[in-house]
């Protein structure tokens, strides 16, 4: 009888160790796990793929359907003859589209999780970008922004938000904290890509070469990255509680908290859209304001930092009315602060900070209140009327501006709107629809807990 070389076992074991090793990394990308690692109950137990993957499809997917078109908008009008509001309406059209469609896409969420809408969403996504890039007229292009419409519903971040809450319970907050801070990269990204393939190519080359982009980072990682069972337990509490008499979307809170946000979002939008004309008109150089208002957006990634400490020490209602309060109160600031420069440009960041926060706070509103039963169509609800607000505040406070007589006339208005928010926010307490929050456990049933302060 043959013996084993001893001396050759530690290497065989070396090899077999490294061999495992790759094996457990491809089978760790490639493979889902148990339906035990679905519920999401402990940190070993969540998806690891799920969130990385998120983040960067978040990044290209902002980045190419959102930040890109700001960026193309004067080569698109120079080139074709078409008016600026007309081809910045066709932008608008897909907003309001998403705003429609997230609705059935979060109850889709609810019942399939989030893999097949979200590979379904970057195809369309592509097509309807390369839509865009060959319309021959305003009508095709219209047409073709609203399908893109409907893939920013389906790759954005109510999807995305919806995938993380069910796969990162009891608390996922971090998850949610992270896929915003890389969300919010899009911009400084794929701005100056856009700008430099722009100058280069023109608008619809550039648009072609930003859809292969699009399809070969999102299409791949949306459908292989989240290929994990979703949540048995949180699905079957989710057929329970979507009876008509029973689903919180119906109750006078929901609706209240809803316009809150509405509110709130249109007078946050119009202060971004509506920024670098107070600055210069206060007498920043466009340049100058146009730094003031990146910072803003780092200000932005900032606020999401601190929203778990905020969330720690506040109830769920305060901190919405002290967030919405906040928000006016920057808005305030500007309007009423002539200068000089620095100081108006350290209030634009302090206001890019509130607005991180508010990202964050929408996020979790549906969980902080209801838990995570059918939390795909309840988000997608609360978000709809502040995307339809987002989507119109860029043409309304224009003309709001032009009534009024000017920018600084249009930021006091824009407090008083926030003022508004705000008071909506604080009624929600005062009804019965807060109530308990599900705490889903492992084996699909529900226990309550007490409401949050």
Do not use: K
């Not at 001396?7 to 339906?35: C, I």
């Not at 919010?184 to 794929?190: D, H, I, Q, R, V």
């Not at 043409?395 to 007589?405: D, E, F, L």
């Not at 930021?411 to 003022?419: D, I, P, R, T």
Request: charged share 10%; aromatic share 6%.
């Amino acid at each position: 009888m043959l013996h084993p070389d001893p001396v050759a076992r530690p290497a065989q074991r070396r090899r077999s160790h490294q061999g495992g090793a790759l094996r457990r990394l491809l089978r760790l990308v490639t493979t889902p796990q148990s339906d035990g690692a679905a519920t999401g109950t402990s940190d070993r137990s969540r998806p690891r793929t799920a969130l990385p993957a998120l983040c960067i499809t978040q990044i290209t997917g902002w980045g190419i359907l959102y930040y890109a078109f700001p960026v193309l908008t004067a080569h698109i009008t120079h080139a074709t003859g078409w008016s600026p509001p007309a081809t910045t309406a066709a932008f608008t059209t897909a907003l309001l589209v998403s705003a429609l469609a997230g609705i059935p896409v979060g109850r889709i969420i609810d019942r399939h999780g989030p893999r097949t809408v979200m590979t379904t969403g970057s195809v369309v996504g592509c097509l309807a970008l390369t839509g865009v890039a060959m319309a021959p007229n305003l009508t095709v292009f219209f047409v073709a922004w609203s399908a893109a419409g409907t893939a920013m519903a389906a790759t954005f971040y109510q999807p995305a938000f919806a995938a993380l809450t069910g796969w990162h319970q009891p608390s996922p907050v971090r998850a949610l904290t992270t896929v915003t801070l890389a969300g919010g990269l899009a911009s400084t990204a794929f701005a100056p890509i856009t700008a430099a393939l722009a100058t280069q190519l023109g608008w619809r080359d550039t648009y072609l070469v930003l859809a292969a982009v699009l399809a070969l980072v999102t299409i791949p990682l949306h459908g292989l990255a989240q290929r994990y069972p979703w949540p048995p337990a949180a699905h079957r509490v989710s057929e329970r509680f979507t009876g008509r008499r029973s689903t919180p979307g119906r109750t006078r809170q929901f609706v209240l908290l809803a316009g809150a946000l509405a509110l709130s979002a249109f007078a946050m939008y119009g202060v971004v859209f509506n920024l670098i004309p107070l600055l210069t008109h206060r007498g920043a150089s466009p340049a100058l304001a146009a730094w003031a208002l990146g910072l803003g957006g780092l200000g932005q990634t900032l606020g999401r930092t601190l929203y778990a400490s905020l969330a720690r020490r506040t109830g769920v209602t305060g901190r919405t009315v002290i967030l919405i309060t906040a928000g006016g109160a920057t808005t305030a600031l500007l309007a009423a602060v002539p200068g000089p420069i620095p100081v108006l440009v350290a209030i634009a960041v302090l206001a890019g900070t509130v607005r991180g926060n508010l990202t964050l706070l929408q996020a979790t509103a549906v969980t902080d209140r209801w838990g995570t039963t059918a939390y795909g169509h309840l988000s997608a609800l609360l978000a709809a009327p502040a995307t339809v607000a987002a989507a119109l505040a860029p043409w309304a406070t224009s003309a709001i501006a032009s009534g009024v007589g000017g920018y600084p006339a249009l930021f006091a208005a824009l407090v008083a709107v926030s003022g508004l928010a705000a008071a909506l926010a604080a009624a929600t307490e005062r009804w019965p629809g807060l109530r308990a929050a599900p705490v889903v456990t492992p084996d699909g049933t529900a226990a309550a807990r007490p409401p949050a302060p």
